[in-house]
Each structure stands twice: as structure tokens, then as C-alpha cells.
């Protein structure tokens, strides 16, 4: 668990709990053990697992968790994804929270799964991109893992993309792209993000390592595809539906980029009972 999700969970558990859960304060003795289990509603590709255990530990760290299943795992309605044994004022109080971290993870990696099954015959990669909710970005592109697709890059420093308002900025894709390679380490690639066939011809000739056709109608992403003639990796990006990639992959590309696989996920549903346990005491 590194700190930045230690401190995601923190903030989460903070943000629900304030200064008491009132409710299971006043009702449940401080001693009463439960055991508690999440389970699945619907049929989902499970992600998160470790996190909910954590929220969990948190605030018990005598909470005894157990997995019913693996993260990347599909499971069917009612089908069980973990239990959680110990005091109930920790199981009840962290319910919510732990919910929400595998509802959102699992959202993703289930509607991720589903554009997978889209091309699982082909040689396409599909990634995902920055499009990720503030502080939740490595979460989220380990749900996308999870469902079967790629990370694009993770932020700003790992991956030179140079896109439409770079280019504006220096002028052209030609003066962009020799920019860059005045300065950029040796060891990374230059990806260029174009708009039209002139762009492509401009950033074949300044030497582009991937080339992003962006926001391209099919017959045209077609046609650049025959211009680049594998002479740089070609990547897709901008409006793709789900739908829509087969006749991608089909097209000769090589990386279909998507931002809908985070930030168009639903949240799945997930619940969990919580029932008195006898005979087993606190950390046992």
C-alpha cells in the first residue's frame, strides 16, 4: 500500500466518519463481533479488493479479511468477493467506504472488459488516458489493467505526446517535432497527435516515432494508415465508441486510445450483510 492510497483511504474514511458514526456508536457495543460479506449483484470484473481490505484495517487493524475471489476476476450475482470477520462498530462504520472504492474500480474494470471482448482476436492495444478522476488516477488505470486493456501514459512526465495546442504553440508539426528532439532524452519516443493527412505527411517527414490521428473519420484513418505504411506506430483517439473497434482494428491500427474507459464507467453493484458472530473474540 503505498502513502498516496493510504492517505486517499484516510480522506475517505474522514470524510464519511467526521468525528463519530453516531449511529453505530449509540446502538452497537464496542465489543460485539460480526462477520460481514460483500458480494456482487450483478455480474461484474472485480478490482479493488486489497483497498476495501485496507479501509477495513484502518480502522481495525483486528479486522480478519478474506478473499473469495481475485481481482481481474469476472463474477456472477451472488457470488461472494470477500468477508470481513470482527467488531462490527469497525465492519459497519467502513462499509460504505470500502463499497465505494470497489464499486468505482470494479465499474471500471467490468466496462473495460466488455470493450476487450470487442477485439480479443486482434492485435490492437487498447489504452486508456489522463481522463481520471482527480487523485484516483493510479486506481483507475490499475482497474483498466484489470479489465484487460493498457495504461497509456500515467501523467505528464513518463511519455512525450505532443498534441494540437503544442503544435500551435511552435507553429507547425514540422518545428514541433524538431524542438523536442533537440531535447528530449534519447530513450523516449515522440508521439504526435494530427488532425488531417497534411499533418500526417508533415509528421512522417519530421521523423515521429507514433503518430495520434485524432478525431479522424473512418475512410480516413484508412488512408493514413496506407500513407504511414508502418513506418511509425499508429494510434487512434477521439470519439471512438465501443462499436466502433473492430472496424478500428481492422483498419490497420495499432493503439486505440479511449478516455470513455474511465471517466464514462458506471459504479457496479456491490452490497454487504453484516450478521452477529458469537464465540470469536476481537483479532482471532
Given at each position: 500500500?503505498t502513502?498516496?492510497?493510504?492517505?486517499?483511504?484516510?480522506?475517505?474514511?474522514?470524510?464519511?466518519?467526521?468525528?463519530?458514526?453516531?449511529?453505530?456508536?449509540?446502538?452497537?457495543?464496542?465489543?460485539?463481533?460480526?462477520l460481514?460479506?460483500?458480494?456482487?449483484?450483478?455480474?461484474?470484473?472485480?478490482?479493488?479488493?486489497?483497498?476495501?481490505?485496507?479501509?477495513?484495517f484502518?480502522?481495525?487493524?483486528?479486522?480478519?479479511?478474506?478473499?473469495?475471489?481475485?481481482?481481474?476476476?469476472?463474477?456472477?450475482?451472488?457470488?461472494?468477493?470477500?468477508?470481513?470477520?470482527?467488531?462490527?462498530?469497525?465492519?459497519?462504520?467502513?462499509?460504505?467506504?470500502?463499497?465505494n472504492?470497489?464499486?468505482?474500480?470494479?465499474?471500471?474494470?467490468?466496462?473495460?472488459?466488455?470493450?476487450?471482448?470487442?477485439?480479443?482476436?486482434?492485435?490492437?492495444?487498447?489504452?486508456?488516458?489522463?481522463?481520471?478522476?482527480?487523485?484516483?488516477?493510479a486506481?483507475?488505470?490499475?482497474?483498466?489493467?484489470?479489465?484487460?486493456?493498457?495504461?497509456?501514459?500515467?501523467?505528464?512526465?513518463?511519455?512525450?505526446?505532443?498534441?494540437?495546442?503544442?503544435v500551435?504553440?511552435?507553429?507547425s508539426?514540422?518545428?514541433?517535432?524538431?524542438?523536442?528532439?533537440?531535447?528530449?532524452?534519447?530513450?523516449?519516443?515522440?508521439?504526435?497527435?494530427?488532425?488531417?493527412?497534411?499533418?500526417?505527411?508533415?509528421?512522417?517527414?519530421?521523423?515521429?516515432e507514433?503518430?495520434?490521428?485524432?478525431?479522424?473519420?473512418?475512410?480516413?484513418?484508412?488512408?493514413?494508415?496506407?500513407?504511414?505504411?508502418?513506418?511509425?506506430?499508429?494510434?487512434?483517439?477521439?470519439?471512438?465508441?465501443?462499436e466502433?473497434?473492430r472496424?478500428?482494428?481492422?483498419?490497420?491500427?495499432?493503439?486505440i486510445?479511449?478516455?470513455?474507459?474511465?471517466?464514462?464507467?458506471?459504479?457496479?453493484?456491490?452490497?454487504?450483510?453484516?450478521?452477529?458472530?458469537?464465540?470469536?473474540?476481537?483479532?482471532?
Amino acid at each position: 500500500m503505498t502513502l498516496s492510497k493510504k492517505r486517499l483511504i484516510e480522506m475517505a474514511l474522514e470524510e464519511d466518519i467526521g468525528a463519530m458514526d453516531i449511529t453505530t456508536d449509540l446502538l452497537i457495543d464496542p465489543d460485539q463481533q460480526g462477520l460481514g460479506v460483500i458480494f456482487a449483484k450483478e455480474a461484474v470484473v472485480v478490482a479493488g479488493i486489497h483497498l476495501a481490505k485496507e479501509v477495513f484495517f484502518c480502522l481495525d487493524p483486528d479486522v480478519r479479511v478474506r478473499f473469495m475471489c481475485s481481482d481481474g476476476d469476472a463474477v456472477e450475482a451472488g457470488r461472494s468477493i470477500l468477508e470481513a470477520k470482527g467488531r462490527i462498530r469497525s465492519l459497519l462504520t467502513g462499509e460504505r467506504t470500502a463499497l465505494n472504492f470497489l464499486q468505482r474500480l470494479s465499474g471500471i474494470a467490468t466496462w473495460v472488459r466488455s470493450h476487450v471482448d470487442m477485439i480479443k482476436e486482434t492485435s490492437v492495444r487498447l489504452v486508456d488516458t489522463r481522463k481520471t478522476t482527480p487523485g484516483w488516477r493510479a486506481l483507475e488505470k490499475y482497474a483498466v489493467r484489470m479489465g484487460g486493456a493498457h495504461n497509456h501514459r500515467m501523467g505528464l512526465y513518463d511519455g512525450i505526446l505532443i498534441k494540437d495546442n503544442h503544435v500551435r504553440s511552435c507553429g507547425s508539426v514540422r518545428e514541433a517535432i524538431a524542438r523536442i528532439r533537440e531535447k528530449a532524452p534519447h530513450l523516449l519516443k515522440i508521439e504526435i497527435e494530427v488532425s488531417d493527412l497534411d499533418q500526417v505527411k508533415e509528421a512522417l517527414e519530421a521523423g515521429a516515432e507514433v503518430i495520434m490521428l485524432d478525431n479522424m473519420d473512418i475512410q480516413t484513418i484508412r488512408e493514413a494508415v496506407f500513407l504511414i505504411d508502418k513506418r511509425a506506430v499508429i494510434e487512434v483517439s477521439g470519439r471512438v465508441a465501443k462499436e466502433d473497434l473492430r472496424v478500428l482494428a481492422d483498419a490497420g491500427v495499432d493503439i486505440i486510445s479511449m478516455g470513455a474507459l474511465t471517466h464514462s464507467a458506471r459504479s457496479v453493484d456491490l452490497s454487504m450483510d453484516i450478521r452477529p458472530v458469537t464465540g470469536c473474540p476481537a483479532g482471532k
